[in-house]
């Protein structure tokens, strides 16, 4: 277990997940309830999310537009806190932790890949994948050599000194992916990663990204429209009313 202590009551929790399930889920969201203030009224985007995700498995989430996937996304890699709820990651408790721990965490144990690549335009695809781990700690030299690797394991050995305005929507995408698993985390969160690409490319990228979920290990949540793309997931979800529903 964690070094930090836990309430009584949601360690309980905890391990009735972890025998229900074997293993500990690495990701356990545990009724999540989230709130947004519109005008005179609460909209309740999330109401109660139960979601629990084990090393090597993926899931996508497909919901429509406005259906909480982003608040969702959010939450479970620590940048906001659920109203309500809990999220542990590895059978830790989070919303007790500090800010800085929760910072921590989200840099070692979890990547994001966004609709929009959000690469830092001045660097080149090279940089965008060292930086992460540079900020780490890790020597420039080590960083290189990884994110070297990273690069050409997704196809772009080619692209390493080419900025991202230099790059095609799907090899940004590419380069995206690289820089979120930079830092080798277990838990992937990708919000609508192929939203942005027309069909073909968004198959190729979603075909190496499997692969390297496939490879590592990875526990992913994938928010996706493309129910194709989501039927080669091991699990699908979806949400309703602000609460998962698993789909076949
Ligand atoms: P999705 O990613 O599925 O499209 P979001 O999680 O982005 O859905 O949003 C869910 C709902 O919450 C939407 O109705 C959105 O307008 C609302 N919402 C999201 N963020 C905020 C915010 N910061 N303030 C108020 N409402 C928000
Ligand atoms: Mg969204």
Redesign the pocket.
Same mark, same amino acid.
């Given at each position: 277990m964690s070094e930090t202590a836990i309430e009584p009551d949601t360690q309980a929790q905890a391990s009735s997940v972890r025998r229900a399930g074997g293993d500990p889920p690495l990701l356990y969201l545990d009724n999540v309830q989230r709130r947004?203030r519109?005008g005179d009224a609460d909209?309740h985007?999330l109401n109660g999310i139960d979601l629990a995700l084990w090393p090597g498995q993926s899931v996508a989430l497909v919901?429509p +537009?406005?259906?909480?996937? +982003?608040?969702l996304l959010h939450i479970a890699g620590l940048l906001e806190h659920p109203d309500e709820g809990e999220v542990y990651i590895d059978g830790r408790a989070t919303a007790i932790l500090s800010d800085a721990e929760r910072t921590r965490i989200r840099r070692l144990e979890i990547g994001f890949v966004y609709q929009f690549h959000r690469l830092l335009p001045e660097f080149s695809a090279l940089e965008n994948v060292m930086l992460p781990q540079m900020i780490r700690g890790l020597p420039r030299r080590e960083a290189q050599k990884r994110a070297t690797e990273l690069l050409n394991y997704l196809g772009l050995g080619a692209r390493l000194p080419h900025r991202p305005a230099e790059m095609s929507g799907g090899e940004q995408q590419r380069v995206a992916i690289a820089r979120a698993v930079a830092n080798a985390p277990r838990i992937l969160l990708a919000d609508e990663p192929t939203g942005n690409l027309d069909a073909h490319t968004a198959e190729h990228v979603f075909r190496v990204l499997s692969q390297l979920i496939r490879a590592t290990g990875l526990a992913a949540i994938i928010a996706t429209h493309n129910l194709d793309l989501a039927g080669r997931m091991d699990r699908r979800v979806t949400l309703r009313e602000g609460r998962v529903v698993e789909l076949a």
């Open positions: 947004y519109q909209l985007v919901a +537009s406005g259906a909480g996937k +982003s608040t």
